[in-house]
């Protein structure tokens, strides 16, 4: 466990969510871009009329909404700052409910009699023999930086969400597994779009390429794959998640869904022989892509060209607007960059793109 007033520093990656044909269900981390966040534990200014009763006489509402959570923005996106409107903020709110619930704060924090000083660090001690923390009078500051521009497409709200409870962990002594955080992290995705799925979480907490088998209950499976580079290109346009979702087909024809699960398939057995040609002919989708890519200008063209350069394929990553390609070769995926860069500047859009490899660790710590 990490003492009172001690910044952390995090780094949250980007995030590819459905990899073209396994809508909500599959998605990797990559290693540019990323989130930097820094976060602590601090003392707060315990309610007097509160303060006398222990931890466990307090109910779950008491303990969670009065629950410091503190948001820093240190970037220029006037992202909400109240933690029910942040994506980390109520992935910590989810994290700190399942903390109380499971009396983990029976040991509480006490007042250090040898001191002679009035403040609240100097007053206050952490029980580390046994790790338990008292949310009445202990908080979370979280500054966040966000390099990952929010409605891009590569993850944005889950890197600032799993970042959160990633650090939380840490600073608690690290008492919830990966798909714990998975799941608390899933409530900044509904925050963001309304929905909670782990197709970008569970990267970005895991690294590596993940099938979301189930949501409820989790099962998040780790998948190996060969060597791929990933090209991506973001126009500097937003599509909100919640937009994407609202345009979708409630209803699909059976013969799509029946060429859908088997490019699924097919690209999970592609990753796992590293059968290049196999991932290649999967990444095909016929049921979300046809709606979306009309939100996205020259999609089609593009994909075209990038496949011409030699790209195994791709599409759009999320809900886009950002468009990603693999490949077997860096020189591919730089020629597939420089196919992006022609057609944005031919459509006067301006662009940002990144050449990037998968990152397999996932949310790093640096304390």
Known sequence: MVPLNQWIKIKA??????????FDILGFAVNNPYDEMEMRMVARCVDQSRSDKPSGSLNKADRVDKAAITIINIDDYNL??????NVAGAALIAMIEEYTANNFNKTLLYE??????NTNDSLIKIETN????????????????????????????????????????????????????????????????????????????????????????????????????VTIVHPQIEVRTADARSILKQNV??????????????????LMKGDYDLIGRSLEDVIIEPVRSILIPGFDDLKKACKAVGALGGGISGSGPSIFFLSKEKETALA?????????????LAHHTYVTTINQTGVEIKA
């Open 13 to 22: 990656p980007a995030t590819v969510a459905n990899m073209v044909c396994g």
């Open 80 to 85: 909400p700052t109240d933690p029910e409107k």
């Open 112 to 117: 250090d009699s040898d001191t002679s000083s």
């Open 130 to 229: 046994i790790g338990f923390i008292d949310f009445s009078k202990i908080g979370f500051e979280v500054k966040i930086n966000k390099l990952i521009k929010p409605g891009s497409g590569v993850g944005s709200s889950a890197a600032s969400s799993a970042g959160a409870v990633v650090g939380a962990n840490y600073l608690l002594g690290n008492p919830f597994s990966k798909d714990d955080l998975v799941r608390f992290a899933m409530n900044g995705e509904k925050v963001a779009s309304g929905v909670k799925h782990a197709d970008n979480i569970a990267p970005c907490i895991h690294g590596g390429v993940t099938l979301v088998r189930s949501i409820f209950p989790l099962e998040v499976i780790a998948l190996p794959s060969p060597t791929l580079y």
């Open 253 to 270: 024809k059976l013969k799509d869904a029946i060429k859908q699960w088997g490019n699924i398939a097919g690209l999970v057995a592609g």
């Open 336 to 348: 597939v960059e420089n196919e992006m860069k022609k057609l944005y500047l031919s459509l006067g």
